[in-house]
């Protein structure tokens, strides 16, 4: 029998055995990486494009530049494009980042070749036509008015530009004006010098069957396609980081307010990145974590708070986000400062730390176990500028790390004296 009264024993993984792609350069130089994994009749198909918001000229190109693929090509209409894969059970999902462009179709593998007709057609001949343009523009503005009555829009555009300044990608803070400069030819621009098969990597996961690789092989990857066949160039932007220690933005209607709290922080190249993983999930990372059980179980500050790294290339950004009632705003943010000094001068004890880190090693566990899963994990490796390693070494220094590995890396990563303050609500008298 069972006894419910013992706790089962926690075993933790020797070593995670992370799936590596096959890998294949097609005939016109394309990279296909390929994850078979799965039984299910489905297969995922990413593009991924070096051409972000890092590249761009204007605001706001990059991001529609992407977005407008799906809105009329030399075949189809933007109609016809979504009725089409909607008939055949297809899923397209468009998405820019900061150095890189994504496009993601999901498909049955009985009507793989179908799909791919219409995806080829997406990703070779878009027409950026001018009405669905117009439209995603003014939806676009719609939104963007909306958003800048949300005192957590407001407090983020805050902590950005203050970390970053405002000539820096991060910083530089879109306006209402930068949706009305975009227009076909400036999105033809960037399409031209950044979609073409010398500036992108194919990722194929799921069930993948050799008809599948015959299809993406003959479609994209025989000869070359596109215009400007030129290497992006990889550009290094500087930080300018606001004097000021306490950035005050007024929403005088809003009976909560949102605290913002920043600092730049690791690459994921940096020697203590994968260590500080851990501190920021202790920190503030997960529902256990300090900050969740001091300022949310505790003192019934707010229903929320956490801490994160943000990945951007070159420096990251370390933030502390929650939103609480006017009042309690200057209590919280003294219990964020309390909560460091702990961190930066105390032990955490063993049973904590084993606790983070038997909930860190069950997500990467959880993370891995599927077949897009795996494609988002490599996709993001090779985002990163990853080595093939690095799920390997994320376990270990999750593993390794000791209390005072964590003391010793909060003093040296959470300065209190550089931690930028953005608040979006009520002034309080």
């Given at each position: 029998?069972?006894?419910?009264?013992?706790?089962?024993?926690?075993?933790?993984?020797?070593?995670?055995?992370?799936?590596?792609?096959?890998?294949?350069?097609?005939?016109?130089?394309?990279?296909?990486?390929?994850?078979?994994?799965?039984?299910?009749?489905?297969?995922?198909?990413?593009?991924?494009?070096?051409?972000?918001?890092?590249?761009?000229?204007?605001?706001?190109?990059?991001?529609?530049?992407?977005?407008?693929?799906?809105?009329?090509?030399?075949?189809?209409?933007?109609?016809?494009?979504?009725?089409?894969?909607?008939?055949?059970?297809?899923?397209?999902?468009?998405?820019?980042?900061?150095?890189?462009?994504?496009?993601?179709?999901?498909?049955?593998?009985?009507?793989?070749?179908?799909?791919?007709?219409?995806?080829?057609?997406?990703?070779?001949?878009?027409?950026?036509?001018?009405?669905?343009?117009?439209?995603?523009?003014?939806?676009?503005?719609?939104?963007?008015?909306?958003?800048?009555?949300?005192?957590?829009?407001?407090?983020?555009?805050g902590l950005v530009k203050a970390v970053y300044g405002d000539q820096h990608p991060c910083g530089r803070?879109?306006?209402?004006?930068?949706?009305?400069?975009?227009?076909?030819?400036?999105?033809?621009?960037?399409?031209?010098?950044?979609?073409?098969?010398?500036?992108?990597?194919?990722?194929?996961?799921?069930?993948?069957?050799?008809?599948?690789?015959?299809?993406?092989?003959?479609?994209?990857?025989?000869?070359?396609?596109?215009?400007?066949?030129?290497?992006?160039?990889?550009?290094?932007?500087?930080?300018?980081?606001?004097?000021?220690?306490?950035?005050?933005?007024?929403?005088?209607?809003?009976?909560?307010?949102?605290?913002?709290?920043?600092?730049?922080?690791?690459?994921?190249?940096?020697?203590?990145?994968?260590?500080?993983?851990?501190?920021?999930?202790?920190?503030?990372?997960?529902?256990?974590?300090?900050?969740?059980?001091?300022?949310?179980?505790?003192?019934?500050?707010?229903?929320?708070?956490?801490?994160?790294?943000?990945?951007?290339?070159?420096?990251?950004?370390?933030?502390?986000?929650?939103?609480?009632?006017?009042?309690?705003?200057?209590?919280?943010?003294?219990?964020?400062?309390?909560?460091?000094?702990?961190?930066?001068?105390?032990?955490?004890?063993?049973?904590?730390?084993?606790?983070?880190?038997?909930?860190?090693?069950?997500?990467?566990?959880?993370?891995?176990?599927?077949?897009?899963?795996?494609?988002?994990?490599?996709?993001?490796?090779?985002?990163?500028?990853?080595?093939?390693?690095?799920?390997?070494?994320?376990?270990?220094?999750?593993?390794?790390?000791?209390?005072?590995?964590?003391?010793?890396?909060?003093?040296?990563?959470?300065?209190?004296?550089?931690?930028?303050?953005?608040?979006?609500?009520k002034k309080m008298s």
């Open positions: 029998m069972l006894n419910r009264t013992i706790q089962p024993k926690i075993l933790e993984p020797e070593q995670l055995s992370i799936q590596m792609p096959e890998r294949i350069v097609l005939p016109n130089g394309i990279l296909l990486n390929i994850l078979n994994v799965g039984d299910s009749e489905v297969v995922r198909i990413d593009f991924l494009i070096e051409g972000g918001r890092w590249q761009q000229t204007q605001p706001l190109q990059a991001l529609f530049t992407n977005r407008m693929l799906r809105e009329g090509t030399r075949r189809y209409t933007a109609a016809e494009i979504a009725e089409k894969l909607d008939y055949y059970g297809a899923w397209l999902e468009l998405s820019s980042a900061s150095e890189h462009a994504y496009v993601t179709l999901y498909s049955l593998n009985k009507y793989l070749p179908e799909t791919l007709e219409v995806l080829e057609s997406i990703i070779k001949e878009p027409l950026f036509p001018e009405k669905e343009l117009g439209v995603l523009i003014d939806n676009n503005i719609q939104q963007f008015t909306v958003n800048t009555s949300k005192v957590d829009f407001l407090a983020h555009r803070l879109v306006q209402e004006e930068d949706y009305r400069r975009i227009n076909p030819s400036v999105l033809h621009d960037f399409y031209t010098r950044y979609y073409h098969s010398d500036d992108c990597t194919i990722y194929l996961s799921g069930k993948v069957t050799d008809g599948c690789i015959r299809m993406i092989e003959t479609l994209f990857g025989d000869i070359p396609f596109g215009t400007d066949f030129r290497r992006p160039e990889k550009k290094k932007h500087f930080s300018v980081t606001s004097m000021e220690k306490r950035i005050f933005i007024e929403r005088p209607d809003t009976l909560q307010s949102a605290v913002r709290m920043g600092i730049l922080s690791l690459g994921n190249n940096h020697p203590d990145y994968l260590k500080v993983r851990v501190l920021v999930t202790l920190f503030g990372g997960y529902f256990g974590s300090r900050l969740m059980s001091n300022i949310r179980e505790d003192k019934g500050y707010t229903y929320g708070i956490s801490a994160g790294i943000i990945p951007y290339p070159g420096e990251g950004l370390l933030t502390v986000s929650a939103e609480t009632t006017n009042e309690f705003v200057e209590p919280l943010i003294s219990e964020v400062y309390h909560e460091i000094d702990r961190l930066q001068n105390e032990l955490v004890s063993d049973a904590e730390l084993s606790m983070v880190k038997n909930y860190m090693l069950g997500e990467m566990c959880r993370s891995y176990e599927s077949a897009f899963s795996l494609a988002d994990a490599w996709i993001f490796a090779q985002a990163s500028g990853l080595a093939d390693s690095y799920f390997a070494d994320a376990l270990n220094a999750i593993k390794e790390i000791m209390p005072e590995d964590i003391r010793e890396l909060a003093g040296r990563h959470l300065c209190k004296e550089k931690l930028k303050e953005v608040v979006s609500g």
